[in-house]
């Protein structure tokens, strides 16, 4: 039996959704094997093209969250293509917050190569609600904000 682009891009899924499961300050350096070198990461943050911009991304992550976990519920290749979606949580403690925990759900949208490299990986997750409404000042706001455009 003949291995399909499609194969080996769920291969490259597989790969690095185990990765990222098991992502810590010391196998940062791991994502140069599932990664293309002009990977692009964007999250509600940040926007970022290349390897070691990404890596630098991630290790302020861990520098700003404590005892960090990503957690995988789901990941599909969407039908025939190098589009991949990621359903997960994140969680730890977040320094911002005086090292409470934390905790969001969100998706990805992960693209593959034909090697199954990691081409793009796009994070969306709902950073007001999540993080920015905990924060002593800005939070106030934000919640006022939000009961006042909230309809019933």
């Known amino acids: 039996m003949r291995t399909t682009p499609d194969d080996i891009r769920a291969a490259g899924l597989e790969a690095y959704v185990a990765l990222l499961q098991q992502l810590t300050p010391e196998t940062l350096p791991e994502l140069r094997r599932v990664t293309a070198p002009d990977v692009r990461f964007k999250d509600p943050f940040h926007e970022v093209t290349g390897r070691g911009a990404m890596l630098a991304v991630f290790e302020r992550m861990f520098h700003d969250v404590a005892d960090l976990r990503f957690v995988v519920h789901h990941a599909c290749l969407a039908g025939g293509g190098g589009t991949a979606l990621l359903r997960w949580t994140l969680s ?55 009961r006042r455009i909230a309809v019933l």
């Open 92 to 146: 730890g403690r977040v320094r911002a917050l005086r090292g409470r925990p934390w905790s969001v759900d969100g998706m990805s949208e992960v693209e593959l190569d034909t090697q199954g490299l990691v081409t793009a990986h796009v994070d969306y997750w709902d950073a007001a609600s999540t993080l920015y409404e905990r924060l002593p000042l800005i939070g106030i706001v934000l919640r006022a904000i939000r």
